[in-house]
């Protein structure tokens, strides 16, 4: 407490190998709880991608310009399911770590920080299957394919922002976890 924001900052580089511990940590915790272990992050993409794609391909008959529509799918879903889980962990991750942080001094921003990368990782597990469906129907992306990792850090980010607001108001009103 009290310390200025360039100390701040220097105590985010300094414990950076914290950022590291806790997202390793949700990780294992969260693969090694299943039953199935890490094809829980490319069962549940791919399930709801074949829902999809038989709802709005089959059924509804929308277009997709040309592009195999499960491809068209799940390059919309995967940026979107890593948008959702990465808020919504992040707004979690104060009142899930509540023990940690009353115990020892480190800067805080650390452990919604740590949240997120735990939903990059699932991000970067499904993107597999996005390959495999690209290998499979013999797609080869545009020239736009470049941009995705700007797309992807403004999703970072965005999640960082949103899920550090609710995370707060989480704190103050438990409420939130509820409407998140």
């Known amino acids: 407490a009290g310390k200025t924001e360039k100390q701040y900052w220097k105590d985010l580089w300094r414990y950076r190998e914290l950022f590291y511990f806790l997202a390793w940590r949700d990780v294992v915790v969260r693969y090694k709880q299943t039953a199935i272990g890490v094809a829980w992050a490319l069962i549940r993409p791919f ?95 545009s020239i736009r394919i470049l941009t995705l990792p700007l797309f992807i850090l403004i999703a970072f980010i965005s999640a960082m922002g949103g899920g550090l607001c609710l995370a707060s108001l989480n704190v103050q009103y438990r409420d939130f976890r509820d409407i998140v």
Do not use: H
Request: charged share 5%; hydrophobic share 55%.
């Open 47 to 141: 399930l709801t991608m074949v829902v999809f794609s038989i709802v709005f391909g089959g059924i509804a008959k929308l277009p997709s310009d040309g592009v195999p529509y499960p491809i068209m799918v799940f390059s919309g879903m995967l940026p979107w399911q890593f948008f959702a889980s990465a808020l919504t962990e992040c707004s979690n991750s104060l009142i899930t770590n509540s023990n940690l942080i009353a115990k020892v001094y480190f800067p805080r921003l650390v452990i919604p920080t740590s949240a997120v990368i735990v939903s990059f990782v699932d991000f970067l597990i499904s993107g597999m299957i996005l390959l495999g469906l690209m290998a499979w129907y013999d797609f080869v992306p």
